[in-house]
């Protein structure tokens, strides 16, 4: 044979095995399709969270955990499983609640993800834990600045440029004096990082501590 017929054989995918081949069959057929975007839908989300949180769980421990090895360990791999699942837990439940919804009433309604979304936050981001704290922040803040460009979308309104220095400058206003004067309401991770910037700058006694590392 030639060499190209040898490299296309080489790369070619693997064939199924025949174990493997119901299952295929099932999928295409369409039949379960409802229940297969639930299952696609948990698969995705726990991917998602774990490679999101993964690494921010690792960074965060190194720069402001102290502990044994394995109790930091511990605390990273917590994170991320509780991240990773409850995006999964989250996802699998709103699909499958969404596709039935839709079948029961003949199509996709905008009540229908508010509806699943509110029960779904309540269900799985609404205990009171550093992962879910920050999630709902992150989404706070995205759905604070989506809703602002839905508005100009839909009024055709152009804001100047200005706006948002004036915008940028409300925020670090807010921000600093809440550090300052009431540290504690603030989220843990936003305090450290603000501690170890404006707080501990001021901890110094010679070149060293000064430049080349934190007193």
């Not at 698969?43 to 109790?71: D, E, I």
Request: with cysteine; glycine share 6%.
């Amino acid at each position: 044979p030639s060499c190209a017929a040898v490299l296309r054989k080489s790369t070619a995918a693997p064939p199924t095995p025949r174990t493997m081949e119901p299952l295929n069959a099932m999928i295409k057929s369409g039949d379960y399709k409802l229940l297969l975007d639930a299952v696609k839908g948990f698969r995705n989300g726990f991917v998602y969270g774990c490679k999101v949180r993964a690494p921010h769980a690792l960074v965060m421990t190194l720069l402001w955990s102290r502990g044994p090895p394995m109790q930091m360990a511990t605390k990273i791999f917590n994170a991320t499983k509780q991240h990773g699942m409850n995006l999964a837990k989250f996802a699998f439940v709103f699909k499958l609640l969404y596709g039935v919804l839709g079948k029961v009433t003949g199509g996709s309604a905008a009540w229908h993800s508010v509806v699943l979304g509110a029960l779904c936050g309540f269900l799985f981001w609404g205990d009171n834990s550093p992962v879910n704290v920050q999630v709902n922040m992150y989404i706070l803040s995205r759905i604070l600045s989506g809703f602002a460009f839905l508005w100009m979308q839909q009024t055709a309104t152009q804001l100047p440029p200005a706006v948002f220095r004036l915008y940028a400058a409300v925020m670090w206003a807010c921000v600093m004096f809440l550090f300052y004067h009431h540290t504690g309401v603030l989220q843990t991770s936003l305090q450290s990082s603000m501690t170890y910037i404006y707080r501990e700058s001021d901890k110094y006694s010679s070149v060293r501590d000064l430049i080349v590392y934190n007193k």
